[in-house]
């Protein structure tokens, strides 16, 4: 009984409400689980907004790893912002959120599409489930914001 109440009481530490939650819906009467929506400011593109929902297991030591992710231009993205980000293929993550004690993680990773002028963020769990690892993608292009950059297209190319 005792190691109970310390793993409900490690539980709640880890996933206490977020300064980031925007919604909260609960999934039942009897269950302990609620599908938690958050916001996400990008820290150096500061005119995207991400909202990543996942399931949350009050009381539970680990929480599950369906989540989905929808990201959006919700201010300006300039060049200056565009210049400071990685570039490399496999991005750079710009958020981070334990799922477990067990050492489960969910990740958001933005990456730069330089040929479609397209940031991609991809929003997945650290640790396999059910033989998957879960994940989820977005996509916010750059067509008509200051940050936009015409592709080379040769002349007399079909495009």
Not at 83 to 111: L, N, P, Q, T
Not at 144 to 149: E, V
């Given at each position: ?45 500061t005119g995207v907004t991400c909202h990543i929902a996942s399931v949350e297991a009050d009381f539970s ?68 489930t059910e033989g998957s690892f879960k994940h989820s993608l977005s996509t916010v292009p750059l067509w ?16």
């Amino acid at each position: 009984m005792k190691k109970l109440l310390v793993a409900m009481l490690m539980t709640g530490l880890l996933t206490g409400c977020s300064d980031n939650e925007v919604g909260d819906v609960s999934l039942g009467v009897f269950t302990l689980k609620d599908i938690k929506i958050e916001n996400l400011k990008d820290d150096i593109v500061t005119g995207v907004t991400c909202h990543i929902a996942s399931v949350e297991a009050d009381f539970s030591l680990a929480d599950p790893s369906d989540s989905s992710i929808s990201c959006r231009q919700t201010g300006d993205i300039t060049p200056e912002m565009i210049a400071k980000i990685d570039k490399s293929k496999s991005g750079e993550v710009v958020f981070k959120k334990s799922k477990s004690i067990f050492f489960k993680s969910m990740k958001v990773r933005r990456i730069f599409d330089a040929d479609n002028q397209t940031l991609l963020y991809l929003s997945y769990t650290t640790k396999e489930t059910e033989g998957s690892f879960k994940h989820s993608l977005s996509t916010v292009p750059l067509w008509g914001t200051a940050a936009y950059i015409e592709p080379n297209v040769a002349p007399g190319a079909a495009h």
